[in-house]
């Protein structure tokens, strides 16, 4: 616990209401989509947002959220970038009354308000399940996955595996980070150790489209399968590109996350878990 | 001294000059032989093919790299230049200029940002590790404020773009038949004209260089220009190859481009090295990427069997020196 | 060319350099322009050629002002420099050092070798040096190195030529080349501007001298109208006494003895001995190997084969620090590359060799041990400077040289290696230096001395060893050593 | 030279050495002003705890980096360190070790893993960049291999452990205190010991030390044991912080520490720089980190502010010397 006499004093003006958001990364679509959704509901609501951005690093996100309760904000928007990393912060924050929301990922310890996510494990299973509709169980599939260690990554791996082990022969993963550079110089390397691959799922659609990028200038035939739904991930499905992507609505958690933070600030009880749906875009 | 040791110095000279210029090359041969008994897959038309394209990025960052730490310097800013000038050509193409036109606009953009840290490096008389440091964290942010994060994308389908990074010429990957021609031309600067020589000169002896009446200072700048135009070049074809242009592309690509330059045999202290060198540096760390997945060990195994390779490399190029 | 400087004034910073300095060259005539270490010859030459800006004064060429802005300018209005510190790149070739910033290219920009090569060529026949041209300049010695610093310089088919100690490195025969190739010029009409520190060279060679001090001219004359001992009066500003002080050895046991020492491609069967309180000079010409035997004898080096005793216990020295450990102490050639830590204070660079025994119990180091130490060793070796605390890089030549040769007075040597003690130092430090050895020796030091100079061999050794292709070739006593002597041990006569 | 020349010539010297020492100061000085103007909760009592308990994992590789800069050396590996010994201090701990133990062996294995790159610089003659540029990678590939890519969660409630990252001591966040307490060590091994001086001359001129007897590899090897075993110390404290080790932690933080050297005005080139402007140039960073943050700018526009901070810094600090 900081010392009494350095407790901040807040005795400021209650009736602006003030929350602070700490982005795991900007550099990535989804999060800017997220970050962006928060923002358009603060503004409807009313409510100033302070933005900070972790650049993918616990540390600085825990100097970061040190940072944001010094400003003084009523309650903290936290999308961690590790959720075990990030449980001291949000004990701080319990310890200074400061309510805490996590989007996207969650936190493990530390009392959380309520983590506004898309149910990863289920969208793994989903990619999973849309493959084995399209090419019959037993077929071969390549699994690109996201940043190691990262709780997207882990669910979705998870949730994928949890059908796939059974019905599906994953013949290769390897992590590229969620970015579509390593998605394309690592699917390349992969086709031509694994020729005969019938799909691919990544973890996110930026690797999804790097890794269509391979097989198209390889000549092959095979599946792609993204994560998130994003605007880029849409269009190339819609162009014939990508088979699948299991759409996330990162600007909805956004929304969602701030409107519970306003329940709570105003004493309302609210869900634990409040899910963001998932829906499988494929090709009308 | 007798000609007798004259006759000895000079045959270990050249010995050494040769085991120093074969050395690299001995190396990647032996590589190539390791994958292909481990994955006859390695030797595959198509992989090789893939393999040259997936070096050409990485070589042209290291053939500007090279001229810079001929000169005793570094370069940690390739990579956000490779990112800034790719996210502005996406965005002048998105404005409707032809895609070539942008490349040619896009490599200048990259010669004027490599310019900056040359006038920092020469004018400032900053450290170049540091210059570069603090230009790598500049560039980066304003791509990142210049593209708010986001990937820029929908840029079209010219054709000639298209091939820039994905296409085939005579049935070999454009990017790197621009990788080889670019080498010639590099090559050709490097050990035939004065400019190259002016090159080695000042990372032999700088201050002798300036003594000779050499322009040190706009040799220079016109050497960190030639990295920032290479890295731009790198940018355009990652732009074509990715149909987009990502904020953050070319990260940490500048570690990479050194090794290649390193393990090619060129000193870090500057004076000595062949661009040649670099090439197969270049190489030698495709196959290494290439091999490695190709023999399925996983990524992170990857990283500890690169630096180690980079270690013993480097360790015998000593040993035979020494 | 008819060169006027005139009323030139420079300061670097603070440091005013130049006070109003005049210099007159006239065609064909060898000048010389000497001066103590610092006087600013170098400074003076240098703003000639445009490599510094002068603050005040004119220079006039054939009677018109001329400024150049760099040396290039210089070098192809016909002025070529040959700079005090040796400019080579020993990564390079000889011929690509020979035309290093003036490469001849075709027509389409591209390097013509041949053409360099048959120039560098006819060169080098002039000079009577046989380099060969696709050698690295690294594996030259310091005097091949020096003579292609030379032949760099004249390839420019310069009307002038200025020549700031180009023989610092040279041995006697190579400087006879040199000079043959100085009648020539001169003959042609070039004119030579020849700055040295050895005296002898000044009145073989040059026409007239110019004495500086303090950065001033201090006169002008003909070296016929001239003698020894007024320009050393002029230069130090006071009378000098004879130039070796007196010995009188007294040696003693025999404090260092190494028998058939060898190193590959370097020296072999090599075996001397020296007694405290002697002094054993080292002779030979340029590249015989007598750095060589010094570097691996204090274990910078390894040996190949091989016994080292000091007195009369067999030693193994494999780190320059076990040879610290036994005694020995090592001046270098290069003070500025192997000496000195430049940016220490005096007493930095002085105690650096035994810091440990002014460290405590606790490991820290006493400062005021260190401090009475250092003070005690600045006057003891009259070193010119206000507080010990004196950047060593601020000092002249021969007061570095004397913070050099104080570190090892300060371990309390038994045996003190000097190689070139006074290479670069004017008349007076060298002196100092001298009596320094005198002293040394006189409380039973035993001092081995490299160096180029004949008189100085002469003038101070109690016994000579001459070297020649990494072998001894002859030892002569005091008594029976001469000029000639020498020379041909060190051509490899008999 | 006469002694006027010289006592002008040290005055010079004096002024600039003062100027030196007092340039970071008061650049951080400055710095703080205007953060306070623009956001006067920078001053309040929480808030500079906070950027001090912030400080001081980058301080703490900051002081190890300053001697390996001082002997013109680089440490690119030392946030590679900081992870691979925070993840076997956190797997000790899980089977049972007594924390503070367990942070003692992390910190000797840190200080192993330094002279590995000692060993590498020294015996196998490798430049310090090149060498932790491998071991940089090698160390990281370790430690995604031993975590399989996963945090390390689960240390348990140890108080002692807590403390070590989170906690206070005497109102001072206890991370704070060990930078202070590693400061106060360090300045007297760097001004106060031989081996302080030994560091300085080996950066100042390499022969000379040599020639001079001092044991340059074994100082070098020492050094760069050091700067391993301030990552590893760095790495427990955040281990702390966190809660957890985290695969991925520490990278990239190399440049910040080098910055915080070289913003302290240590030159690039070794013999020159104090450890006090160290801990100054970690708190500019600091200060920088914490006050745009309070000022509400946009992480990439932090990024362009802290590069051009870095080299206004530079610039000014090379005028001066000029
Ligand atoms: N670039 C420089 N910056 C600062 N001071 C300088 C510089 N060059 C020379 N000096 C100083 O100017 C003075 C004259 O130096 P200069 O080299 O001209 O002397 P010199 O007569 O050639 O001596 P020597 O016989 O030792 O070569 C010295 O005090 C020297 O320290
Ligand atoms: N750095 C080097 N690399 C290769 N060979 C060298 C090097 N330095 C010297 N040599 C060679 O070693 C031999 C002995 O040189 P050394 O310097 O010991 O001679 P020396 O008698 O001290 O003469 P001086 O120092 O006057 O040139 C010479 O053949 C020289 O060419
Ligand atoms: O859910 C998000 C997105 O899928 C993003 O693309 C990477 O990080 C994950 O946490
Ligand atoms: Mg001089
Ligand atoms: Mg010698």
Redesign the interface.
């Known amino acids: ?3 009494e ?4 004093n807040n005795n400021g003006n209650t009736d602006d209401i003030k929350i602070g958001l700490s982005i795991s990364t ?4 989804f ?2 989509a997220l970050k962006d959704g928060v923002v358009a509901e603060a503004e409807k609501q009313g409510i100033e947002v ?4 972790a ?6 996100q ?3 959220v ?3 309760i ?3 904000v009523n309650a903290l928007l936290i999308n961690p970038t ?4 990030i ?2 912060v949000v004990q701080t924050a319990n310890s200074l009354g400061i309510p805490v929301i996590t989007l996207d990922r969650s936190a ?2 530390g009392e959380v308000e309520a983590l506004v996510a898309s149910d990863n494990v289920k969208g793994g299973e989903m990619a999973a399940q849309y493959i084995i509709e399209q090419l019959g169980e037993g077929a071969k599939v390549i699994e690109l996955e996201g ?3 990262a709780s997207a990554t ?1 669910e979705r791996g998870q949730g994928f595996h949890n059908i796939a082990d059974e019905k599906l022969d994953v013949v ?1 993963k ?2 590229a980070d969620f ?3 390593k998605g ?3 699917m ?3 086709l ?2 694994n ?1 005969d691959a019938e799909a691919v799922f990544a973890h996110n659609d ?1 690797m999804a ?2 890794a269509l ?1 391979a097989i ?3 000549g092959r035939d095979v599946i792609v399968v993204g994560f998130d739904g994003n ?2 991930a849409i ?1 190339s499905i819609n162009a014939g590109g990508l088979t699948a992507s299991v759409a996330q609505q990162p600007a909805l958690i956004g929304e969602l996350a701030v409107q519970a933070a306003a329940d709570v600030l105003q004493g309302n009880e609210v869900e634990e878990m409040i899910a963001a749906p998932l829906k499988l875009v494929t090709k009308e | 001294m007798t000609s007798v040791k004259e006759t000895s110095n000079k045959k270990g000279l050249q010995l050494s000059q040769l085991a120093g210029k074969l050395g690299p090359l001995l190396g990647l041969i032996l590589l190539i032989v390791i994958v292909t008994i481990m ?1 006859p ?2 030797l ?1 038309p ?2 090789i093919l ?1 393999l040259l394209r ?1 070096v050409s990025i990485n070589a042209l960052l290291a053939f500007g790299m090279t001229f810079v730490i001929l000169t005793g310097g570094i370069d940690l800013s390739v990579g956000s230049i490779l990112a800034l000038s790719s996210a502005i050509v996406a965005n002048l193409m998105l404005s409707g200029l032809d895609p070539i036109l942008a490349i040619i606009v896009g490599v200048l953009l990259g010669g004027i940002m490599g310019m900056m840290n040359g006038l920092m490096i020469t004018k400032g008389k900053m450290a170049p590790f540091i210059a570069t440091l603090a230009s790598m964290t500049i560039f980066r942010g304003l791509t ?1 404020v210049y593209t ?4 820029i ?2 840029l079209g389908d010219s054709m000639a773009f298209q091939l820039f990074g ?1 296409g085939y010429f005579l049935g070999i990957p454009v990017p790197a038949i621009t990788m080889m021609i670019t080498f010639a031309i590099l090559w050709v600067i490097l050990h035939k004209t004065s400019f190259g020589r002016k090159t080695y000169a000042i990372g032999g002896n700088e201050k002798a260089a300036l003594v000779s009446g050499i322009k040190v200072d706009r040799v220079k700048i016109m050497i960190y220009s030639l990295a920032g135009m290479m890295a731009a070049l790198a940018g355009a074809i ?1 732009t074509s ?4 242009a ?4 070319g990260e940490s690509y500048e570690l990479d481009a050194i090794a290649a330059v390193v393990l090619g045999g060129t000193s870090l202290t500057g004076g000595r090295g062949l661009i040649v060198g670099t090439l197969i540096g270049a190489l030698i760390i495709g196959v290494l ?2 091999g490695l ?4 060990v ?3 195994y990857q990283m500890v069997v690169k630096g180690v390779v980079i270690v013993i490399a480097v360790l015998i190029d000593r040993k035979k020196s020494a | 060319m008819h060169i006027q400087m005139k009323g030139i004034h420079k300061a670097f910073g603070t440091n005013q350099v130049l006070t109003g300095v005049d210099f007159d060259l006239v065609e064909g005539e060898v000048h010389a322009l000497m001066g103590e270490n610092g006087a600013g010859k170098s400074t003076l030459m240098n703003i000639l050629i445009g490599l510094h800006p002068r603050n005040e004064g004119t220079i006039l060429i054939d009677g018109k002002e001329t400024y150049f802005s760099n040396p290039k300018e210089a070098e192809q209005f016909g002025i070529a420099f040959i700079h005090q510190e040796l400019n080579i790149w020993p990564d390079m070739t000889v011929l690509e050092n020979l035309f290093i910033g003036k490469e001849l290219t075709s027509k389409a920009g591209f390097l013509n070798t041949k053409q360099m090569k048959a120039l560098a060529k006819s060169q080098f026949e002039k000079l009577a040096v046989s380099i060969p041209l696709d050698q690295d300049a690294g594996e030259c010695s310091v005097g091949q190195q020096q003579m292609i610093e030379i032949a760099k310089a004249l390839m420019t088919n310069a009307k002038v030529i200025v020549m700031d100690e180009p023989t610092a490195a040279l041995t006697e025969r190579e400087i006879e080349k040199l000079f043959a190739v100085i009648n020539s010029l001169r003959k042609q009409g070039v004119s030579i501007v020849y700055i040295s520190h050895r005296m002898e060279e000044i009145f073989t060679i040059c026409d007239r001298i110019t004495v500086m001090r303090d950065g001033k001219t201090v006169d002008t004359k003909p070296i016929p109208d001239t003698s020894f001992e007024e320009v050393v009066r002029k230069m130090v500003g006071r009378e000098l006494t004879e130039r070796y002080p007196a010995r009188n050895p007294k040696p003693g046991e025999v404090v260092l003895e190494v028998k058939n020492i060898g190193r590959k491609d370097a020296f072999d069967n090599v075996s001397f001995s020296v007694r405290s309180g002697e002094i054993v000079g080292f002779s030979g010409l340029m590249g015989a190997g007598r750095t060589e035997i010094m570097r691996a004898l204090f274990g910078l080096d390894s040996l190949h084969s091989g016994e080292m005793w000091v007195r009369g216990k067999k030693v193994n020295i494999r780190k320059p620090d076990d040879a610290v450990k036994h005694g020995i102490g090592f001046i270098t050639e290069d003070r500025k590359d192997e000496g000195l830590v430049l940016d220490f204070s005096i007493r930095e660079n002085m105690v650096l060799p035994n810091l440990f025994s002014f460290s405590g119990k606790a490991g820290l180091i006493s400062s005021k041990k260190e401090k009475d130490f250092v003070d005690t060793l600045i006057k003891r070796l009259l070193i010119k400077t206000e507080s010990s605390e004196t950047a060593a890089r601020n000092l002249s030549g021969g007061n570095q040289q004397k913070v050099v040769i104080a570190k090892w007075v300060g371990i309390g040597p038994s045996v003190l290696i000097l190689d070139e003690p006074t290479r670069g130092v004017d008349v007076g430090a060298k002196r100092e230096i001298y009596q320094l050895m005198n002293e040394l020796t006189d409380r039973g030091v035993a001092i081995i001395m490299v160096s180029s100079e004949l008189p100085e061999v002469l003038g101070m050794s109690d016994r000579i060893i001459v070297v020649h292709e990494g072998q001894i070739s002859g030892e002569l006593s005091r008594e029976e050593a001469t000029q000639e002597k020498i020379m041909t041990l060190a051509t490899g006569g008999q």
């Open positions: 616990q900081p010392p006499w350095a407790k901040p900007l550099n990535n679509p999060f800017v302070v933005i900070v951005d650049q993918d690093d616990s540390a600085k825990s100097n970061d040190d940072d944001l010094q400003q003084g590790d959720s075990a990393a449980s001291n493990d310890q940043v190691a260690g882990r290769a390897q992590p970015d579509r550079t394309l110089n690592v390349e390397n992969l031509q150790g020729p930026e489209l790097g990028e198209q200038s390889s605007e880029d269009k | 994955n897959g390695f595959e198509l992989n893939n997936q990142l708010n994060g986001n990937p994308t929908g994905r990652l190859r990715l149909n987009s990502q904020p953050t592309a990427n290439n997945n190709l023999l399925g996983s990524s992170f």
